[in-house]
């Protein structure tokens, strides 16, 4: 095999696995669970959260919430929603998933 082929397939394959580091932060879950995670997580933001934060409104939506706030600054809401607010009754598990899906993996 070419010794530049070989470097470029390691080069990428770093590269990969860097991203994955970088866009999970410590779930502790695979690949393919925090995918799943994502859907759930999905789901239950539509579900609990998007009847107000659709993002036709001074609250945020979807797009506001993924760029705009820290998966700790929203799980910091979640466990003690501002004024307002109606708290999140969802399991732990799905508090997970809508934290991985708000995250974007």
């Avoid at 799943?36 to 609990?48: D, K, P």
């Avoid at 506001?64 to 732990?92: C, H, N, W």
Wanted: a negative charge; aromatic letters at 6%; hydrophobic letters at 40%.
């Amino acid at each position: 095999m070419n010794r530049s082929v070989v470097i470029g397939a390691v080069l990428v394959l770093v590269a990969a696995a860097t991203a994955w580091q970088l866009r999970s932060p410590g779930w502790g879950l695979s690949e393919a669970e925090v995918i799943a995670a994502e859907r759930r997580g999905r789901q239950v933001f539509l579900s609990s959260c998007a009847p107000c934060h659709r993002g036709e409104s001074d609250l945020p939506g979807q797009d506001e919430l993924q760029s705009d706030y820290s998966t700790r600054e929203i799980a910091a809401t979640l466990d003690k929603p501002p004024a307002g607010m109606a708290v999140f009754t969802g399991t732990d598990a799905e508090r997970r998933d809508l934290l991985v899906f708000l995250n974007g993996g």
